[in-house]
């Protein structure tokens, strides 16, 4: 079975048939892609980072300090004692 006898030279953006629904559609070219993105676009982020500072933030403060311990305590065990390699020769 081919795929064109499927499609009865229908696309797929067209397959189905609804009854009863009105839908509407703007051309790409006619649509308005950054409109009030730096009237409404900016506030609007300074006003979202403000709200959840306070929720990121820590999480991520409280984890550098973790891995900023481990990663000394690492290079703390790594190091070799020179007390232990005082008598070689």
Known sequence: MRLTSILNGQHFGNLAKV?????YK????EQRAFAGAIKNG???VFR???S???I???P???GYLIYN???ARHHHLMRKNPAEFANDE
């Open 48 to 50: 979202r980072l403000r």
């Open 26 to 29: 703007l051309s790409p070219f």
């Open 69 to 71: 311990m481990v990663e």
């Open 19 to 23: 009854h009863g629904i009105v839908t």
């Open 56 to 58: 990121v933030v820590p």
């Open 42 to 44: 900016l506030p609007n």
């Open 60 to 62: 991520f403060v409280v």
């Open 52 to 54: 959840n500072v306070f």
